[in-house]
């Protein structure tokens, strides 16, 4: 089976094709057109401007991601046509959570190709795709591969906009276990990226600047780090490093090196603290990582390290690093993992959709 994949949930336009064979999910083509340069500019997304970009981004994009699955010699709208016509089995679009504006460009655009081309839609949870684009291989493991039956597992969605911890059963079976109370992880990494004047979104300078710090000077509360619960809180830490960041009046290289180790750790302390302690509640021996800062590398070492001193038998896995920032690839793999077809005029844009 064949799936176009429609991604518009925050910035990204995002398009691509993707198949299933006997147990591979294999991407035949990913596109994903961004407006980057206009929300580093505005050091944020301005959603109107983001839905605006979309719209014109949207059709040009798909007849990419359709012109790219199969090589062909011109990349045209005919060509796209054809393609999506003869080769594409179904239409798979994020409904959401997300920006109004920015879902609503997607998925209006897959339902009136869904219509106009007699195909089968499926309606895709944006932050369940997130851990599903896991099973595109390959993906990062420590240190073995994704079975094929990963249940039951832990899931950790955490991305510009959400902080969430998950126990699956199954893919339809899941048990929300907490989540932010206020920032998300990323929300605040790039809140205090835009303080130390990094470019947006800050997450992998962050990442590289942390990497620079040998012995550290500066240390930051990991917020919630003893809690009982399963909750994330990163507004504090934002305060905390503003707070620093305003007191120091000279911001050197290398003080802006340390608030980012600082802040990388407090983040990633929290992150590995409370998942393991699900995964050994839930007597789980999975962990399955989603979302764009689950491209931190620091994050899977320190998994890593975390598991080995407790001498658990726990496998961390987080997707490609394209596949964990926001991309259609993630939402045409959940589709094919959960095919579940649906009527296009029963498909609306839902920016609220949360776990049920
Ligand atoms: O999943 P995503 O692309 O968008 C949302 O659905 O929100 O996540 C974007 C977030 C941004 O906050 C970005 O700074 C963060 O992921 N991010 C990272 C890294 N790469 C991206 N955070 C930490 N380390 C990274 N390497
Ligand atoms: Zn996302």
Known sequence: MRILAIESS????GAAVIEKNKTTIKVLSNI??????IHAATGGIIPENAAREQVKYIIPTIIKALCKSRI????????????????????AVTHGPGLIGSLLVGVETAKTLS??????????????????ANFISPQTSIPYSLPTNPYPYIGLIVSGGHTDLLYFKSINNYKWLGGTRDDAAGEAIDKIGRLLNLAYPAGPEIEERAKKITKPSIK??????????????????????????????????????????????????VLVKKTVRA???YNTNTILLGGGVSANETLMNEFKLKIENLKLKINVFS??????????AMIGAYALMNYKPVNWRKIDAMPDLYFV
């Open 10 to 13: 925050c910035d990204e336009t």
């Open 32 to 37: 994903t057109a961004t407006s980057l340069a």
């Open 72 to 91: 062909v010699n011109q990349e045209s709208w005919e060509e796209a046509r054809i393609i999506l016509k003869k080769e594409i089995d179904a239409i």
């Open 115 to 132: 219509f106009a081309f007699n195909k089968p839609i499926i309606p895709v949870h944006h932050l369940l795709a997130h851990i599903y």
């Open 220 to 269: 930051f509360k990991s917020p919630l780090l003893n809690s009982d619960d399963f909750d994330f809180s990163f507004s504090g830490l934002k305060t905390e490093a503003m707070r620093f960041i305003q007191k120091n009046q000279e911001i050197n290289e290398q003080i802006k090196n340390e608030v980012c180790f600082a802040v990388q750790k407090a983040v990633v302390d």
């Open 279 to 281: 995964a050994e509640l």
């Open 319 to 328: 997707p490609k690093k394209t596949y964990c920032t926001d991309n259609a």
